[in-house]
């Protein structure tokens, strides 16, 4: 691929390589591999699913802990909320009306933001509430991310997602009454965000006797991947620059990569929920960081007695059953005749690695990833969480695996990204290069090829250790839509 000196400039200036670009150019040649699953994860083959004693086992051991760990909540909320109005955007702008539409209007006193809406209201006519809800002469909300709308009402307060995700952060990232939280942002609305926290720090601080830290990050320039045409030749734009775009919350790993914490809860900035539903998500939260300790305790035991001059034999065996049994690891085909130093180096391989404890919720029809046993570049297989465009639907058996998953992935995960002896993994290294996504758009009329990055929680994290384990559907209740907020689980008690 020649570029010019313009092109290698514009690539420099935006912190990037040529040999990554490269790279990626080669992607839209080649394609990126289906992964090849072997089952759905299950309750009790892949899946943990924890009885009450051990709910509170794993509670008791994250409450004795948490006071010697720095802890962080970490929440993606860089998107525009704008698909959330998808709807009310062709009713304003072409008048073409559907049930969605109807039941906003008919029910738009039940919204949290209706009384800022009402502000703008002169006759209370549908048209002028959609320019009111979306335009820049009323709420804006077409514009704003989803972590600046009004969520959810508490008498004649309302508060924004962001608001609800303090105060969660409040019950359980929450070490000596310091509670950290990052944020990564768009830069079109940093300054938003940090106006809102300054607004309403000090109320929630006074309320849960705590202080934030509250952290903000942009998802990088250098992650932007570059757009090629139909004939994969770099796609220019008006001015003859290269077109770079976003690569998904796969870029968000470089953000994740830079914290520093000894567990980090991950969580979507529009799943969340109101006070009186607030508990079984702050016991489950509590409960799977124990869990993810216990685990971590266990690994590290490995670790140290592996790292001593010559570990024995009976130890490494010991590691391996460790390594199949309790981090669900099938080890490749012919393992039993590797020499003694190999087995030796596929444990320290397995063990000396990121670890991640996924919240599973039960499979309710959404779209996206979930829980499956998956082979791994060096043949051996684990538990991956794998999005539905990873899978060869052609292929009859992987479609059959696919449509037997009994759960799904509702981005709730709880990370230890240090090692045994403090030092912070780099993310970077134990992500799979090979399973991005190749999408089509279009730019100006023209049809452009896209790429994302490796999924921040399937490809992202491939390499990770991963355990499964059920969590109550009461946990997941995303805002995909501005009518979810119509429900029952973001309406007042």
Same mark, same amino acid.
């Given at each position: 691929m020649s570029f010019t000196e313009k092109d290698l400039k514009q690539i420099a200036d935006r912190?990037?390589?040529?040999?990554? +670009? /490269?790279?990626?150019?080669?992607?839209?040649?080649?394609?990126?591999p289906f992964m090849t699953a072997k089952r759905a994860a299950t309750i009790g083959d892949g899946m943990i699913k924890l009885e009450e004693k051990e709910l509170n086992e794993y509670l008791e051991l994250f409450n004795q802990e948490a006071a010697k760990k720095k802890l962080l909540k970490f929440v993606p909320a860089s998107g525009?909320?704008?698909?959330?109005?998808?709807?009310?955007?062709?009713?304003?702008?072409?008048?073409?009306?559907?049930?969605?539409?109807?039941?906003?209007?008919?029910?738009?006193? #039940?919204?949290?933001?209706?009384?800022?809406?009402?502000?703008?209201?002169?006759?209370?006519?549908?048209?002028?509430?959609?320019?009111?809800?979306?335009?820049?002469?009323?709420?804006?909300?077409?514009?704003?991310?989803?972590?600046?709308?009004?969520?959810?009402?508490?008498?004649?307060?309302?508060?924004?997602?962001?608001? /609800?995700?303090l105060v969660e952060g409040a019950q359980y990232a929450n070490n000596k009454g310091k509670v950290r939280l990052h944020f990564t942002v768009s830069p079109e609305h940093r300054k938003k965000f940090k106006d809102l926290i300054s607004k309403v720090l000090k109320s929630y601080e006074a309320e849960y006797s705590v202080k934030f830290d509250i952290s903000f990050s942009e998802q990088k320039a250098s992650t932007d991947t570059i757009a090629v045409g139909m004939d994969n030749e770099p796609f220019l734009d008006g001015k003859g620059n290269l077109l770079f775009r976003p690569a998904g919350h796969g870029a968000l790993l470089e953000n994740l990569n830079d914290v520093d914490a000894d567990i980090i809860f991950i969580k979507?900035?529009?799943?969340? $929920?109101?006070?009186? !539903?607030?508990?079984?998500? +702050?016991?489950?939260?509590?409960? !799977?960081?124990?869990?993810?300790? #216990?685990?971590?305790?266990?690994?590290?035991?490995?670790?140290?007695? !592996?790292?001593?001059?010559?570990?024995?034999?009976?130890? $490494?065996?010991?590691?391996?059953?460790?390594?199949? /049994?309790? !981090?669900?690891?099938?080890? =490749?085909?012919?393992?039993?005749?590797?020499? =003694?130093e190999e087995k030796y180096k596929f444990a320290i391989s397995k063990l000396d690695r990121p670890l991640r404890i996924c919240g599973m919720v039960k499979n309710v029809g959404e779209p996206g990833g979930g829980p499956f046993w998956a082979k791994?570049?060096?043949?051996?297989?684990?538990?991956?969480?794998?999005?539905?465009?990873?899978?060869?639907?052609?292929?009859?058996?992987?479609?059959?695996?696919?449509?037997?998953?009994?759960?799904?992935?509702?981005?709730?995960?709880?990370?230890?990204?240090?090692?045994?002896?403090?030092?912070?993994?780099?993310?970077?290294?134990?992500?799979?290069?090979?399973?991005?996504?190749?999408?089509?758009?279009?730019?100006?009329?023209?049809?452009?090829?896209?790429q994302e990055l490796p999924g921040l929680w399937n490809g992202a994290m491939s390499d990770w250790n991963t355990l499964f384990v059920e969590v109550p559907l009461i946990t997941f209740n995303p805002v995909k839509t501005v009518n979810d907020l119509l429900r029952k689980e973001h309406q007042p008690a």
């Amino acid at each position: 691929m020649s570029f010019t000196e313009k092109d290698l400039k514009q690539i420099a200036d935006r912190g990037s390589d040529l040999k990554t +670009i /490269e790279q990626q150019i080669d992607n839209f040649k080649e394609g990126f591999p289906f992964m090849t699953a072997k089952r759905a994860a299950t309750i009790g083959d892949g899946m943990i699913k924890l009885e009450e004693k051990e709910l509170n086992e794993y509670l008791e051991l994250f409450n004795q802990e948490a006071a010697k760990k720095k802890l962080l909540k970490f929440v993606p909320a860089s998107g525009a909320a704008s698909r959330m109005f998808k709807s009310l955007y062709a009713a304003k702008d072409e008048g073409k009306s559907d049930k969605s539409v109807e039941q906003y209007h008919e029910q738009i006193k #039940s919204f949290a933001f209706y009384k800022s809406l009402s502000n703008f209201l002169k006759t209370n006519e549908k048209q002028e509430q959609l320019e009111a809800l979306l335009g820049s002469n009323g709420l804006d909300y077409g514009n704003l991310p989803k972590g600046l709308l009004e969520f959810h009402a508490y008498g004649d307060s309302t508060r924004t997602a962001l608001e /609800e995700h303090l105060v969660e952060g409040a019950q359980y990232a929450n070490n000596k009454g310091k509670v950290r939280l990052h944020f990564t942002v768009s830069p079109e609305h940093r300054k938003k965000f940090k106006d809102l926290i300054s607004k309403v720090l000090k109320s929630y601080e006074a309320e849960y006797s705590v202080k934030f830290d509250i952290s903000f990050s942009e998802q990088k320039a250098s992650t932007d991947t570059i757009a090629v045409g139909m004939d994969n030749e770099p796609f220019l734009d008006g001015k003859g620059n290269l077109l770079f775009r976003p690569a998904g919350h796969g870029a968000l790993l470089e953000n994740l990569n830079d914290v520093d914490a000894d567990i980090i809860f991950i969580k979507n900035v529009d799943n969340v $929920v109101p006070d009186h !539903l607030k508990s079984e998500t +702050i016991l489950y939260k509590k409960a !799977l960081a124990g869990l993810l300790l #216990s685990f971590q305790k266990q690994i590290f035991y490995f670790l140290k007695r !592996l790292e001593k001059p010559e570990p024995s034999v009976y130890m $490494v065996n010991k590691a391996i059953r460790f390594i199949k /049994e309790n !981090l669900s690891v099938e080890t =490749p085909k012919g393992f039993r005749n590797w020499s =003694p130093e190999e087995k030796y180096k596929f444990a320290i391989s397995k063990l000396d690695r990121p670890l991640r404890i996924c919240g599973m919720v039960k499979n309710v029809g959404e779209p996206g990833g979930g829980p499956f046993w998956a082979k791994n570049s060096d043949e051996s297989i684990s538990l991956q969480i794998v999005e539905s465009a990873q899978f060869d639907m052609k292929n009859k058996k992987q479609k059959e695996i696919f449509e037997k998953a009994t759960h799904f992935n509702p981005v709730d995960l709880i990370c230890a990204t240090k090692n045994h002896k403090k030092e912070k993994y780099d993310l970077l290294k134990f992500r799979d290069p090979k399973t991005g996504f190749i999408t089509e758009k279009s730019q100006s009329g023209k049809t452009l090829k896209a790429q994302e990055l490796p999924g921040l929680w399937n490809g992202a994290m491939s390499d990770w250790n991963t355990l499964f384990v059920e969590v109550p559907l009461i946990t997941f209740n995303p805002v995909k839509t501005v009518n979810d907020l119509l429900r029952k689980e973001h309406q007042p008690a």
